[in-house]
Nanobody, 123 residues
């Protein structure tokens, strides 16, 4: 079993900055892709940013130039730095990991989600 634990987030005024981080623990062989998704009230969950083990990143158009995703492969951690926040960034942010998990003598590919952390941007 693998666990993703998020930290950070909170309340900030528009134009401000926040960061969230996520730590993965468990029988991890390798984490291929780590990412952040968000779900705003009344909306579907959407991809915010993702990063491969090699450092290739992908961002939603709505956050390009404002958010930066990074990861520490040695620590199985992913970070999201959010600058120039807007009220429309308000959402629950979820950490996601596509990884290879050790189970006995086998290795399996799984996808895991964190419990979510609230980010609220006031106008």
């Amino acid at each position: 079993q693998v666990h993703l634990v998020e930290s950070g987030g909170g309340l900030v005024q528009a134009g401000g900055s926040l960061s969230v981080s996520c730590a993965a623990s468990g029988r991890i062989f390798r984490i291929n892709v780590m990412g952040w998704y968000r779900r705003a009230p009344g909306k579907q969950r959407e991809l915010v940013a993702a990063i491969t083990s090699g450092g290739i990143t992908n961002y939603a158009d709505s956050v390009k130039g404002r958010f930066t995703i990074s990861r520490d492969n040695a620590k199985n951690r992913v970070y999201l730095q959010m600058n120039s926040l807007k009220p429309e960034d308000t959402a629950v942010y979820y950490c996601n990991a596509n990884l290879l998990e050790v189970a006995g003598t086998q290795i399996y590919e799984y996808e895991y989600w964190g419990q979510g952390t609230q980010v609220t941007v006031s106008s």
